[in-house]
């Protein structure tokens, strides 16, 4: 190889990253990215291979590259090809002849293609959005740049409030793409990003390099052990639909669109979550790829410090690929929804202080929320809940039918307008919440609640007062109930708890953006409204917007909590390679070496 040092004018050598494109009469070909460094590596890609080679300079302005690609999984054809060039320098650009060879797998060669070759360099701000040109191998999934054809798609997700800018998307097909990906970024430099269906994106991911690990799709039940493996890829009601087969059921939330892993990294606050706890309780075991690019069984027995820091860690410390949890031997629920209207602050304040008091007296098999709705006067809505006020209650039991109805008999006294209660099979459990399942813009904010009193009902009332006048976007407010098994500690130890609180409050403001200033703004007004109540923590899975800056993910946990998990981070991601999340810095950014 030519040493570039000895090159006179630096113009003359093709040390960078250049854009190119093929010319010849057979077929059309796309452009390709192609890098070239000081030490006579070349490095390709198109968007259906990776390549690698070597190039050389000549005399005069001239060079001298030969690259083999070999196809990906998603040119759908084996095979290799084998391109050789000469060059010569034309400005800012390049410009050449040469040949493509194509091989079968095997080695058996198919054609020969004579074409030409023009290339056009990059300005440094351009090269930074193409220096990552491949793997330095070829990987078994995708990688997708931006102006790729679905680069956009797997950018995205379903909460469009944020958006992902990444340098480059990885879709895996296995750990080792995972790895590999991981690996990169670390020597690139970039931050990492995961996903799987991006309901829970807090933190854009500009210039990053973004995991979409819809791919990784492992699923399998041992009904005998009561136990599944999930690969990260999946969503939640894949995963019910398989473990109700064998009468089995994962503790899952209110959507079964929600992917797994996002979920239980923040600790899953499930449907039958005062029976149960935290969905992380009943996490076995986790498969995870560290900022060294290490893939790691973590389980108690196996690194059992990285294992509790991982479960409602949201994601600080690696892509999990998958994870063996329990399963609950439940094939039905009793549960369903009742809807109340008002029409004056009163009925809304008797509504909400019965259900309080209600609450109070419900033994551990009972969940339940209370959800207050003002809807807005437009077309877009049915005429049963168009410009009309609701208070909400939501129940789910796990213990026999008749003791479930009895126990909701107080609410059902009240008067609803409309009363779906009734025993479900468990795969029916989320039609209880009636979430989103499509993307949607919206703001979403979270608070834990002590006790609440006749002041709060009241200034609960006020917010969705239907006398006052309406100015959407409103906030979909919602109470949980708390406490039972939540309160009590998990069998295998992690940094998700309640901190004590009675009710956790979740809000989503669904509104477009232009409106985002004034859905930010209702939200925070609820929050104002209700400091008297506010324990001043928060639940990990739940932080949006401002929650997910320094100090709101500090409320999270708790103050032993953090410095332990401060401390894992420091040890295992020293230089906060997963910073697009929830993140929870290391000491020093990464002054402490890994012990």
Known sequence: MTDISSAADEVQTPVGVWTGRIHHDDQPVPPF?????????????????????????GNAGRFS?????????????????????????????????????????????????????????????????????????????????????????????????????????????????????????????????????????SVSADGAVLIATGELRELSVDPHAGTARIG?????????????????????????????????SGGGLPLTSRTYGFAVDYVRSLDIVTADGR???????????????????????????AAEIELMPLRTIYGGKLWYPFEDPRQGVHLLGSYLAWAKEQPEEMSSTVTLLRFPDVPQLPDEFRGRSFVQFRVVYTGDEDQGARLVEPLRALGPEKDTCGALPYTEITEIYDDPKFPVMAHLRSALLHELDDDAVHELIAVIDPSAPGSPPFPSLEI?????????????????????????LWMRTQAPAELADAARKASDEVLERLLPWDTGTMLPGFLFDHDSAPERVRQAYTEADYRRLVELKTDYDPNNLFRITHNIPPLSDGARPRS
């Open 480 to 504: 949980r109930h708390l406490g039972g098994a939540l309160n009590r500690p998990p069998g295998r130890s992690h940094p998700v708890s309640t901190q004590g609180a009675a009710f956790h």
């Open 232 to 264: 990260s890829g999946l969503r939640w009601g894949e995963v019910v639909t398989a473990a109700a087969e064998h009468g089995l059921a994962p503790l899952c939330g209110s959507s079964e669109q929600v992917g797994v892993m996002g979920y239980l």
């Open 33 to 57: 990215t192609i890098s070239f460094e000081p030490d006579g590596t070349a490095t390709l890609r198109t968007p259906l291979s990776v390549g690698t080679g070597a190039w050389s300079a």
């Open 65 to 201: 590259y030969e690259v083999t690609e070999i196809f990906t999984p998603a040119a759908d054809r084996p095979g290799r090809v084998q391109t050789h060039v000469e060059a010569h320098f034309e400005g800012t650009r390049y410009r050449g002849t040469g040949t493509a060879k194509v091989f079968t797998p095997d080695g058996v060669l198919v054609r020969t293609t004579s074409a030409e070759f023009t290339g056009d360099r990059l300005t440094d701000g351009q090269a930074a959005q193409h220096d990552l040109v491949s793997l330095g191998a070829p990987i078994r999934g995708r990688m997708l740049y931006p102006g790729d054809d679905g680069f956009e798609e797997a950018s995205s997700g379903w909460l469009l409030t944020v958006e992902h800018r990444p340098a480059t998307v990885v879709i895996p097909a296995d750990a080792d793409d995972v790895a590999a990906a991981v690996r990169l970024a670390a020597q690139t430099e970039r931050p990492v990003a995961m996903q799987s269906t991006g309901h829970g994106k």
């Open 295 to 321: 893939l790691r069984t973590v389980s108690p027995a196996q690194e059992p410090d990285l294992f509790w820091a991982v479960r409602g860690g949201k994601g600080n410390f690696g892509v999990v690929v």
